[in-house]
Every structure is written in structure tokens, then in C-alpha cells.
């Protein structure tokens, strides 16, 4: 079973705007995939508001499916639906898999 962590960042200023467009992508895809566990996470160290001299929050959206995990096609799903984002992301989107350690 693979699950994504993808990490970026985004502007202080337009973090609202990405919210919105963020959670609007996730739901899309929960709807076309019911099992589809998402989140989306911010570091906590970064300021939340645009009154800070820091401009820049992390952020990170992870993706897990029961039973069969992220395969390739889904994730190439996720990464198509994500492209409505770039206009907020500043660089790039940086995906990590991990799977389940072995008992």
C-alpha cells in the first residue's frame, strides 16, 4: 500500500484563496473516490497571516486509499487535479510515498 505526502509552499497573502481551491480539489476527488483519505496540513512555525515578515507557509496534502493504497493511475489523478493550484504554489510540489514498514 503507497500513500503520498506532497509538500509546497504558499504565499501568506493568497493562503485563503489556496484554502479554497485546495479543499474544493480534495472534495472532487472524494467524491469520485469515497475511500479516499485526504488532509491537508500546515506547518505550525509559519505565520498565519500576512502581517509577519515570514511571506511563505508549508504546506502538505496526504493521500492514502484502503485496501489497495495510491496506485500509479490514481496518483497521476491526484497530480492532474492538483494543477489548478499551481497559480498559488511558490516552486514546486514535492511528492513522497511511503508504505507500511514490515512487521
Not at 511563505?56 to 493504497?69: K, P
Given at each position: 500500500m503507497r500513500d503520498l505526502f506532497i509538500y509546497y509552499r504558499?504565499?501568506?497573502?493568497?493562503?485563503?484563496?489556496a484554502l479554497a481551491a485546495a479543499q474544493a480539489m480534495q472534495h472532487r476527488l472524494r467524491?469520485?473516490?469515497?475511500?479516499?483519505?485526504?488532509?491537508?496540513?500546515?506547518?505550525?512555525?509559519?505565520p498565519a497571516s500576512s502581517t509577519t515578515p515570514t511571506t511563505?507557509?508549508?504546506?502538505?496534502?496526504?493521500?492514502?486509499?484502503?485496501?489497495?493504497?495510491i496506485t500509479p493511475e490514481l496518483q497521476a489523478e491526484?497530480?492532474?487535479?492538483a494543477s489548478e493550484l499551481k497559480a498559488y504554489i511558490v516552486g514546486e510540489r514535492h511528492t513522497e510515498?511511503?508504505?507500511p514498514c514490515a512487521s
Open positions: 504558499i504565499e501568506v497573502a493568497s493562503a485563503p484563496f467524491e469520485k473516490h469515497p475511500q479516499l483519505a485526504v488532509r491537508l496540513l500546515r506547518r505550525p512555525d509559519e511563505l507557509q508549508t504546506w502538505m496534502e496526504t493521500y492514502s486509499l484502503t485496501g489497495t493504497g491526484i497530480e492532474q487535479a510515498i511511503f508504505v
